[in-house]
């Protein structure tokens, strides 16, 4: 049973397995996203009836542009279903999204749909969605690197004003950005054992949990119990 006092702020998620699952069945690659989508659905659903504050997706990483074009516009083109049939619900539910990522250079279309949906859930109140998109965790400390680096040529800032605060806030998930504190439960479907370049500055210590379910077949009770794996680590952040 989930202790409800106990419910982390802040769960991300690598929804792992659409591909697997698509083959298993001898379906195209994009039928198993379209599967992961309903359950993407069914998770931030049940995020907000758990009363987590943030939810963080890993949708489509700096490196998912290597698969093939019909894939990548298969996303691209759930995304846009996903936001236009759903912005009606993530309003009446006060869910407000974020991006984390530059997704400047994605299809327009979906970027259309995407700000659309960003600017009519900015000003909601209840679960923080956010949709890491074209987001790399090493990309996104590069970029950090750079405006820091920026602001010292600019004479704004000195090397010693560098603390680890301020890197953080010029990262995706910072104060000048998306606004989201560290993770605490970092959940990975499929069985992969790996963080594949995602948020490797904020999980620094984050619990690390892993299913071996294809993320399509991720339910909600399969949710539940890595909060409750969760809620049986003992967080010490490096002390005794
Ligand atoms: C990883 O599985 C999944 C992705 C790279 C895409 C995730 C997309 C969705 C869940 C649906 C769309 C939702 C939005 C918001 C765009 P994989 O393809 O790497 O699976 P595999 O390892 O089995 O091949």
């Given at each position: 049973?989930?202790?409800?006092?106990?419910?982390?702020?802040?769960?991300?998620?690598?929804?792992?397995?659409?591909?697997?699952?698509?083959?298993?069945?001898?379906?195209?690659?994009?039928?198993?996203?379209?599967?992961?989508m309903k359950?993407?659905k069914k998770?931030?659903?049940?995020?907000?009836?758990?009363?987590?504050?943030?939810?963080?997706?890993?949708?489509?990483?700096?490196?998912?542009?290597?698969?093939?074009?019909?894939?990548?516009?298969?996303?691209?083109?759930?995304?846009?279903?996903?936001?236009?049939?759903?912005?009606?619900?993530?309003?009446?539910?006060?869910?407000?999204?974020?991006?984390?990522?530059?997704?400047?250079?994605?299809?327009?279309?979906?970027?259309?749909?995407?700000?659309?949906?960003?600017?009519?859930?900015?000003?909601?109140?209840?679960?923080?969605?956010?949709?890491?998109?074209?987001?790399?965790?090493?990309?996104?400390?590069?970029?950090?690197?750079?405006?820091?680096?920026?602001?010292?040529?600019?004479?704004?800032?000195?090397?010693?004003?560098?603390?680890?605060?301020?890197?953080?806030?010029?990262?995706?998930?910072?104060?000048?950005?998306?606004?989201?504190?560290?993770?605490?439960?970092?959940?990975?479907?499929?069985?992969?054992?790996?963080?594949?370049?995602?948020?490797?500055?904020?999980?620094?210590?984050s619990e690390?949990?892993?299913?071996?379910?294809?993320?399509?077949?991720?339910?909600?009770?399969?949710?539940?119990?890595?909060?409750?794996?969760?809620?049986?680590?003992?967080?010490?952040?490096?002390?005794?």
């Open positions: 049973m989930i202790d409800k006092t106990r419910i982390p702020a802040h769960v991300a998620i690598i929804m792992d397995g659409n591909g697997r699952w698509a083959k298993k069945r001898g379906l195209p690659r994009v039928a198993g996203h379209n599967a992961g359950t993407m998770i931030v659903d049940h995020s907000d009836k758990l009363g987590i504050q943030y939810l963080t997706v890993y949708a489509f990483s700096t490196e998912n542009w290597k698969r093939s074009a019909v894939e990548v516009s298969g996303i691209f083109k759930l995304l846009v279903t996903y936001v236009n049939s759903e912005l009606q619900e993530l309003i009446d539910n006060n869910v407000k999204v974020k991006v984390l990522g530059d997704y400047s250079s994605i299809p327009s279309d979906a970027k259309k749909s995407l700000e659309k949906t960003l600017e009519q859930t900015k000003e909601n109140t209840g679960l923080q969605f956010n949709i890491a998109l074209n987001y790399g965790g090493r990309d996104e400390i590069r970029r950090a690197v750079c405006d820091i680096g920026r602001d010292i040529q600019q004479g704004l800032l000195k090397p010693e004003d560098i603390t680890e605060e301020l890197i953080g806030n010029h990262l995706f998930t910072g104060n000048l950005h998306a606004d989201v504190p560290d993770p605490e439960l970092v959940i990975r479907t499929s069985g992969e054992l790996r963080l594949s370049n995602y948020l490797l500055w904020q999980t620094a210590y690390l949990v892993f299913a071996d379910v294809l993320w399509p077949d991720f339910t909600t009770e399969e949710y539940e119990k890595a909060i409750c794996e969760y809620q049986s680590r003992d967080r010490r952040f490096g002390g005794r």
